[in-house]
Structure formats: C-alpha cells, structure tokens
C-alpha cells in the first residue's frame, strides 16, 4: 500500500468513527448513567431467563433486545438476568446472556452490526427511502442500526457513551439492544 493510500484510509477510518460518535452524541438524552471505571468484575455467575423478568427487579444486569422496528425479523429476546458482583464489561453480560453480538469488517469490536442474525445479510431493511441490506462492511447506515442503551436501577435510558468492550455496567442497571429505523424508536420503552 502506498503512502497515500494508507493516509487515506487512515482519514477515512478516522471520519467514520467520528461520525459514530457525533450520531451518538446527536441521540444521547440529557440525562443518563455514566460508566463505571471500576475493574471488570471476576464473576458473572449464572443467568436466570423468565417472561416475568421484564417487570421484576434484577439483582444483577438485565438483558433487553428489541428488533420490533423491523418488520420482519423480530429477534426479541425475552429479558434476561445476568449475576454480576460488581461492574462488568458489557459484552461479557451479553454474551453471558446468549446474546451474540457482530461487528463490521471494519470495526469488528466497536460497532455492533447484527444481534444473534439480525439484521440478516439478505433481508431488506424497509425505510423512508425504499429498502436497504446490511453488509456490515463499514459503519451501518444512519438510518439503520443498533443503538446501545443502559439505565439505572432508578432513573431514565441513557444512549450508551461507549462501545460494548469498553461500557460497564453494575448491578441494579439495564442494558438494552434496540434496532433504529428511521428515527424510531427513540429510546427504549421497558
């Protein structure tokens, strides 16, 4: 690779995750828990999954997955309790809750693409400008994505600062994977 092509895809990179962020920043409620900087917890014990986790208290980490906003692949998970002792790396939680997270050829760990298959390579994504496929080669479309979610034990959802390697999250908080079309949902409703 010549010079210049590496300095162009070392810019080009550089503009699409300060897009990421900018679109993070553009969606983040004014309000919202911040991220603990407290070492990863050593365990996160056994996950407890029932219908009536949605409206019982969670001692430890409770998992949400909403896809609703896409009209034909639904990869709702019902909520899950994950036992963490302590504040814990996010895709450690999510993966102790059977929730498989994809990245992008391009940001493999810092941007999620598909939950458990979701959206699929070959479903068309229906949106204000026609339809649209997710080949997770770059950052997914604006219009189109997973957005990251945590709120406290009591309190309002915040848009997640920070990717799941890097987010925390404690007991008593929620974490919730909620696919965006168009704008909506806004901000998650459990």
């Known amino acids: 690779m010549t010079l210049t092509k590496f300095r162009t895809a070392a810019a080009s990179s550089l503009a699409a995750a300060g897009l990421l962020l900018s679109l993070a920043a553009c969606s983040t409620?004014?309000?919202?828990?911040?991220?603990?900087?407290?070492?990863?917890s050593s365990t996160a014990s056994s996950t407890t999954s029932s219908s009536a986790a949605a409206s019982e208290p969670c001692a430890g980490v409770k998992v949400i997955v909403d896809s609703s906003a896409l009209k034909d692949a639904s990869t709702e998970v019902a909520p899950v309790c994950v036992s963490v002792d302590g504040p814990t790396l996010a895709?450690?939680?999510?993966n102790e809750a059977k929730v498989k997270t994809e990245g992008t050829e391009a940001y493999p760990k810092d941007v999620v693409c598909r939950v458990n298959g979701?959206?699929?390579?070959?479903?068309?994504?229906?949106?204000?400008?026609?339809?649209?496929?997710?080949?997770?080669?770059?950052?997914?479309a604006a219009f189109a994505y997973w957005s990251l979610w945590?709120?406290?034990?009591?309190?309002?959802?915040?848009?997640?600062?920070?990717?799941?390697?890097?987010?925390?999250?404690?007991?008593?908080?929620?974490?919730?994977?909620?696919?965006?079309?168009?704008?909506?949902?806004?901000?998650?409703?459990?």
């Open 118 to 140: 979701v959206p699929a390579a070959n479903a068309d994504i229906a949106h204000k400008g026609g339809t649209y496929r997710e080949e997770c080669k770059k950052m997914p």
């Open 150 to 190: 945590v709120k406290p034990a009591s309190g309002p959802w915040g848009y997640a600062q920070e990717g799941l390697a890097t987010l925390k999250v404690s007991p008593g908080q929620s974490l919730e994977l909620l696919f965006v079309v168009d704008g909506s949902p806004a901000a998650p409703t459990a």
């Open 29 to 40: 409620p004014a309000a919202g828990p911040s991220a603990s900087s407290a070492p990863v």
């Open 91 to 94: 895709s450690k939680v999510l």
